[in-house]
């Protein structure tokens, strides 16, 4: 009989050192997995609760591999609930080092939201980012980074002097220790183009306050539109000006938009509306502007929150398709919308608290009519994620076989559009068949696995590399069907 040395339960419990600080903070889905990989383990040998509890000394009538069995596993049950115990202790949950880096970076940025604006951030500065956001195009080249360039070429010495620091100690907008920190130079980059946008009166590179609008708009459409029809072309988004890192580009990009967009808010409800302490006021003449294009504003915000919601969830951010669904219910409250107008955005609401996996209120809509195309592609998707996570891919294949079928029905069509990728199903069953070459070759054919193929065709939005959401579970999906 063969053994491993070490143990699988040895190697996942004790050689893989799970209860560590920066594994938990950096790289939680590596510890994910692994935990899952000694709960599957542990729960295959009851937790070896039975060895746990059996004598001391083995008994004369065992035979020699049970005996041997239960003596190597009696303390294994013991070193679970040690490991348990550590995982949950709150030193190694919130280390110390890594809380106070991450406090250090929310201060520095809400300290720096709080200040008056440095008029330093140039319409070419705007430009150079919002290119990169809208259209994948760096027009900075060189071999430093362009982002903390971009940071360092806004920058004056008068006055950083007179904005002060996060302590009062040094006049310094980001702390030094934080420029390697690429988040911290992203968030500057976003809020210092949405503060350029409303200071410049909406006038930016894009045009004229309309044209800046449109610019916008359009694209968070396309964004929007895509996600109802997979085969819709995402035009200037995945065109020749998007650069080669495919998937992780382009899902920077997306979270900028919506960032970009948040602050924008921001601040144009600042400019029209004041706040008591958390932002700084405007200059009159900018209060002036936007108090009198408050409704221009508010009509344009309400008219893209629909396509925010659903760049929320295509985005794999739900917390902001959560945020513009409650605002958007508000605005249809106020205005009295009837209820067909309520439908799909209740339906993009609820798919985001389930995304959250929020404890809420669980709410049924019941309508005597025929539901909404976007109701009946969130109940089928949700029937596919069912499926899924029970590992029934015969389940999931002929579930995809029903979706397509009722597509082509000419004469009544359905249009669904099941977010799970059929060559995602395919390899997940290759692999629990045993056969890891055809695992491979599906895993491939996968959007953001082959990024050669990504440079090549960008017609399509999973060649562009836009995320998907099969990805990022699928190492653990293939663990739990072991």
């Known amino acids: 009989m063969w053994a491993l040395s070490p143990t699988v339960f040895t190697l996942l419990s004790q050689n893989l050192i799970l209860v560590h600080a920066e594994l938990a903070v950096y790289y939680p889905a590596i510890q994910y997995a692994v935990l899952y990989s000694l709960y599957s383990h ?34 294994h049950f013991g070193t679970l609930l040690s490991l348990l115990a550590n995982l949950l202790s709150k030193e190694h949950l919130y280390p110390d080092a890594s809380h106070s880096e991450i406090r250090e970076i929310s201060l520095a940025i809400r ?8 008029s330093t951030f140039h319409p070419q500065d705007f430009s150079d980012l919002i290119s990169f956001i809208l259209y994948g195009v760096l027009h900075r080249g060189g071999k430093d980074p362009w982002l903390e360039r971009l940071y360092h070429s806004c920058q004056r010495l008068d006055k950083r002097e007179r904005r002060g620091s996060v302590d009062g100690s040094r006049p310094q907008v980001v702390p030094r220790a934080l420029l390697k920190t690429e988040a911290v130079l992203w968030q500057w980059a976003v809020w210092e183009a949405a503060q350029f946008t409303v200071l410049s009166k909406l006038r930016t590179p894009l045009g004229r306050a309309q044209d800046t609008f449109q610019t916008i708009e359009g694209m968070i ?75 221009t504003c508010q009509d344009w915000l309400t008219r893209i929150r629909l396509a925010l ?13 959560v945020r513009h669904g409650f605002d958007l219910l508000t605005e249809f409250k106020n205005s009295g919308a009837q209820a067909p107008e309520l439908e799909v955005p209740l339906a993009l ?62 004469t009544n069509p359905v249009s669904i559009n099941l977010r799970t990728d059929f060559n995602y ?36 939005l999973g060649k562009a590399g836009i995320p998907t959401k099969h990805n990022k579970h699928l190492k653990l999906d293939l663990l739990s069907t072991r």
């Not at 070896?48 to 008994?59: C, E, K, V």
């Not at 920077?252 to 004041?274: D, F, H, P, S, V």
């Not at 919601?309 to 398709?321: H, Y």
């Open 42 to 75: 542990c729960t295959r040998h009851d937790h070896f609760i039975s060895s746990s509890l059996s004598s001391s000394s083995p008994s004369l009538f065992d035979g020699a591999v049970i005996s041997t069995v239960t003596t190597a596993t009696k303390k």
């Open 111 to 118: 300290h720096h939201m709080s200040q008056p604006p440095s």
């Open 221 to 295: 459409r396309s964004l929007a539109a895509h996600t109802l029809n997979p085969e819709q072309d995402l035009g200037a988004w995945a065109g020749p000006g998007s650069d080669g890192d495919g998937h992780h580009s382009n899902q920077l990009r997306l979270t900028l938009l919506l960032q970009y967009l948040e602050n924008l808010e921001k601040l144009m409800y600042n400019a029209y509306e004041g706040c008591a302490n958390a932002l700084t006021s405007p200059p009159k003449a900018i209060k002036t502007f936007f108090y009198t294009n408050r409704q």
């Open 309 to 321: 919601m659903r760049v929320g969830l295509l985005s794999g951010q739900p917390a902001v398709t």
């Open 349 to 410: 609401l609820v798919e985001a608290l389930c995304e959250l996996r929020c404890d809420s209120r669980k709410t049924v809509l019941l309508k005597s009519s025929e539901c909404s195309p976007e109701v009946i592609n969130l109940l089928a998707n949700k029937a596919c994620q069912c499926y899924v996570a029970l590992c029934d891919w015969a389940s999931v294949r002929e579930w995809q076989a029903t979706a397509g079928a009722l597509k082509q029905n000419s």
């Open 425 to 460: 199903i395919q390899a997940l069953c290759r692999f629990e068949e045993g056969d890891l070459t055809e695992c491979g070759t599906q895993l491939e054919l996968l959007p953001g696995e082959d990024y050669s193929a990504l440079s090549s065709n960008k017609d399509k």
